[in-house]
Every structure is written in structure tokens, then in C-alpha cells.
């Protein structure tokens, strides 16, 4: 489960850089096809995600902490995508992305027990 969790947030970061520079570059047919690779691809994120939340015995504030951060990490790929779309600025989002994205990193390598690499 941590190996498609991995490879589906892996993907998930590429689908971003995809879409926004579709849409920088005018290409909006296939900026639309990527988006909604990307919306089906948040729900295998989701899912392995939630897996792996459902299989631990104790909740402690870390883990919950990294639900939630992987919960705003999608919201912000989903934005930044949307303000791209809309020709709206998209660098708050921008912001909130990378810091979610970092947090959840940090947490999912480098504090939490389960996944492929010892905590
Ligand atoms: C872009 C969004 C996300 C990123 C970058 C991310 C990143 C990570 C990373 C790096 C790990 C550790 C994997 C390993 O050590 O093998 C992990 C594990 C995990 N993720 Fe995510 N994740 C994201 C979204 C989510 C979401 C949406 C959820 C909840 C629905 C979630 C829940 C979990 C859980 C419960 C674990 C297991 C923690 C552990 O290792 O014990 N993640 N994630």
C-alpha cells in the first residue's frame, strides 16, 4: 500500500506540472484531459492513504497530523489547477502546496512507522 501511495502522489505531482503548463501554453484540450487524469489519480491517493491510516492500531497526533496535510496538499494541487484555468494568481496556492507538500514528506518518511522506509 505504501508503494501505491508513493507512485500516486508521485504521479500526482507530475499531472500538476502537466496541467499548469497546458494551460500556460494555450493547450486547453489537453489540459483538460490532465486534469481530470489528475482528479482520478487524487482518488488512488486517497484511498492508498486511507489504507494506510486503517491500519493503525494507535492514533497518535503525527499520523492524524499527516492525514490532514495530505487532505490540504490535494486541495491545493486542485486550486493551483483551477486558478491556472481560471487565468486567476495561483501563488498562494503555489505556497500552501509546497509547504503541505514538504510537511507530508517530512512526516511520512521521516516520523511514521509504517511505509518503506524505517522511521
Ligand atoms: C500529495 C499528497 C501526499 C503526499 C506528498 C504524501 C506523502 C507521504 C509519504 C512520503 C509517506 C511515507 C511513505 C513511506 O514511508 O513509505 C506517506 C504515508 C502515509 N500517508 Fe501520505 N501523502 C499524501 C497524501 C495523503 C493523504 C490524502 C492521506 C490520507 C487520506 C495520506 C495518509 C498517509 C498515511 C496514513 C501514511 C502512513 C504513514 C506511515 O508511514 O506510517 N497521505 N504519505
Known amino acids: ?33 490532465s486534469h481530470m487524469i489528475l482528479r482520478v489519480d487524487y482518488l488512488l491517493v486517497l484511498y492508498s492513504g486511507g489504507s494506510l491510516f486503517a491500519s493503525y492500531a494507535n492514533y497518535d497526533a503525527l499520523v492524524i497530523i499527516k492525514l490532514l496535510v495530505g ?20 501563488a498562494s496556492w503555489w ?8 510537511i507530508a514528506l517530512v512526516l511520512g518518511f521521516g516520523f511514521l512507522e509504517l511505509g518503506i522506509l524505517p522511521a
Open 1 to 33: 500500500m505504501a508503494h501505491l501511495h508513493i507512485t500516486s502522489w508521485v504521479i500526482a505531482f507530475a499531472l500538476v506540472a502537466l496541467v499548469t503548463t497546458f494551460t500556460r501554453s494555450g493547450n486547453e484540450k489537453a489540459a483538460k484531459i
Open 71 to 90: 487532505l490540504w496538499a490535494i486541495a491545493a494541487m486542485e486550486m493551483v489547477c483551477i486558478k491556472y484555468k481560471k487565468k486567476q494568481p495561483a
Open 95 to 102: 505556497g500552501q502546496l509546497l509547504i503541505a507538500a514538504v
